[in-house]
């Protein structure tokens, strides 16, 4: 996965994506699952509460897109490794979010400075992307509530000191 954002392969990040199958509503509003008209996370209108299969992500408030092309698309690739944190405990407390275990942290370069971009996985699989509203991909560490218990297991060379965690030689750092 993290050569597949540092080499910008849409393809080959797609491919590890998955859909959530969540209830849609119509509710207007943020911080809910997809809405249930076209263009608010699904394909084509429904009727509120069908089960759609949809991709969340965010920037500075939930969205959900409907394909993981869709995501991969508004994504700003190639970006660089940052640094891979662990949780305790899963991150998004909403019931109609995934569960994450792992983060892998990116910064994009911006004419504006580095932006931070985090994709969110369970198993092998990447559940959510989540971005930083603005700024550094070190505000996933340093500022960001919903972060807090996440244990730094490794640090990019480039992105500060320590490696809290060193991959075993038979392990592969890259995935």
């Known amino acids: 996965m993290i050569d597949a954002v540092e080499d910008g392969d849409a393809d080959a990040l797609a491919a590890l994506m998955r859909l959530h199958e969540v209830a849609c509503t119509s509710v207007e509003g943020l911080g809910s699952g997809p809405k249930c008209w076209a263009g608010g996370g699904v394909e084509e209108t429904v009727p509120d509460g069908t089960v759609v299969q949809s991709f969340p992500m965010s920037a500075c408030e939930l969205g959900w897109q409907p394909s993981v092309e869709a995501v991969v698309e508004s994504l700003a690739l190639p ?63 340093d500022d960001h509530p919903r972060y807090t218990d996440a244990q730094v297991i490794l640090r990019a060379p480039s992105s500060g000191p320590s490696v809290t965690a060193t991959p075993s030689p038979t392990s592969t750092p890259r995935s």
């Open 79 to 141: 970006a660089s490794l940052f640094a891979v944190v662990t949780f305790a405990d899963p991150p998004l407390d909403e019931s109609f979010l995934p569960r994450p275990d792992t983060g892998v942290i990116f910064g994009i370069d911006s004419d504006d400075g580095p932006v931070g971009m985090m994709l969110l996985m369970e198993g092998a699989s990447v559940v959510y992307v989540d971005h930083v509203c603005i700024g550094p991909p070190e505000l996933f560490l």
